[in-house]
């Protein structure tokens, strides 16, 4: 299998993992599969490694250890369980591994990859928006290289000529002084035109109304509140090594152009596609090269219109406490996302309204906690600070 490309998928069993298998299986002359890693999904685990047979899978929850055991008895596969070991899998050579896996639960996976001095497509937003310090000073150190999967942060990087700046500390190699900055573009969510007055009212189940994208519940929200574009920013800035006023974002509701580069000589570089993350995912995967995999294209006429439109800080108040974030620095992006998934899970749960959201971010943004961000483990240490914040305020209410 000279030339077929080993990869690593961390979160097989999620919306990542299971596009990028998808690619996989369309293209087994191009790629194999080494290990796969999931949550507590353990049906679907041993499925996959009955389809991909690949050389180890692990699982996060041992609770249903055994039963995988004996599902995958008669594959030559090594079975590992628990945070420590899976995260063991992600620094195994490879030629890629795909880091899918949601939350900070993802961040031990993802720095062991890049420790390994591993190239990442990284699809985690919330390792770079807690931990982006720490991260992307490893990859520096051992040579990793951090590919986007995010769809708006994929097609910078496309326009961006393949971003390199975190191969190497001569920051011409990133074409620096070419560019005047970046924007990435949003849908607006399902409430872009809804009466502000109404807010108030907004059910759960109409806030994970998606206009565009087929996402899971939380990052639905997050769109809604447009939290999901501003841990974007936040994930940007550490990914592009960009500042803060380098990073712009327009509202684009057809969600044709998925980001633009702004060059220096007054040029402007969009990428283009439709709603369909194999799109970003499988330019991650073949790259330097693109793969062909058969995607609808993009009909421009039956579009018709392109819209954009900056964003309404009074519309978007969790948008604008992720630029805070951002400009505060330290440990503030950390304590925004912690106490951002808090809030959402409580608002699901119906044990608050939507426009509570946004207060409680803010309340922990303005709490004087205190931590650092030097290791992975003083991140996850500031996250379960905020979110007990979050907790408290969410039980006041």
Not at 1 to 14: N, P, S, W, Y
Not at 294 to 301: H, M, Q, S, Y
Not at 339 to 366: M, P, R, T, W, Y
């Amino acid at each position: 299998m000279a030339g077929v490309k080993q990869i690593t998928v961390l979160g097989a069993t999620g919306s990542i993992g299971q596009s990028s298998l998808a690619l996989v299986r369309q293209h087994p002359d191009r790629f194999a599969v080494h290990g796969l890693v999931a949550g507590k999904d353990f049906n679907r685990l041993a499925a996959l490694a009955h389809e991909f047979k690949p050389k180890i899978i692990g699982i996060h929850d041992q609770t249903n250890l055994a039963a995988l055991k004996d599902l995958i008895a008669p594959l030559d596969c090594q079975l590992v369980a628990g945070e420590a070991a899976c995260s063991d899998i992600a620094a195994m050579p490879v030629d890629l591994v795909i880091a899918g896996i949601s939350g900070l639960a993802g961040l031990p996976s993802v720095m062991a990859a890049v420790c390994a001095g591993q190239t990442v497509a990284i699809a985690n937003k919330e390792s770079l928006v807690s931990a982006g310090a720490v991260v992307t000073r490893q990859a520096i150190l051992s040579g990793a290289h951090i590919l986007p999967i995010d769809s708006e942060h994929n097609a910078v990087f496309q326009c961006w000529n393949g971003w390199k700046g975190h191969q190497s500390t001569d920051k011409t190699n990133g074409q620096m002084t070419a560019l005047s900055h970046i924007c990435l573009t949003a849908s607006g969510g399902p409430f872009l035109t809804l009466p502000i007055y109404e807010f108030g009212s907004i059910t759960p189940a109409a806030a994970v109304k998606h206009p565009n994208w087929d996402m899971g519940q939380k990052i639905s929200v997050d769109s809604a509140t447009m939290m999901n574009k501003g841990l974007e920013v936040i994930e940007a800035h550490w990914l592009f090594d960009l500042k803060p006023s380098q990073i712009d974002v327009l509202i684009h509701p057809q969600q044709a152009v998925h980001g633009l580069v702004y060059f220096r000589d007054g040029s402007i570089i969009a990428q283009m596609g439709g709603a369909d993350m194999r799109t970003p995912i499988s330019y991650a995967m073949a790259w330097p090269d693109r793969l062909d995999w058969g995607p609808e294209p993009l009909d421009l006429a039956a579009i018709a219109n392109l819209t954009f439109q900056q964003v309404d800080p009074d519309r978007f108040p969790c948008f604008m406490l992720a630029r805070q974030a951002l400009l505060a620095g330290g440990i503030a992006p950390a304590v925004l996302n912690a106490a951002n998934e808090v809030a959402v899970d409580a608002f699901l749960a119906g044990k608050i309204g939507f426009l509570d959201i946004a207060s409680i971010v803010d309340a922990c943004l303005s709490k004087d906690l205190i931590g650092d961000l030097t290791t992975i483990e003083a991140v996850c240490a500031i996250d379960q600070t905020a979110r007990e914040h979050a907790r408290q305020i969410v039980a006041s209410r």
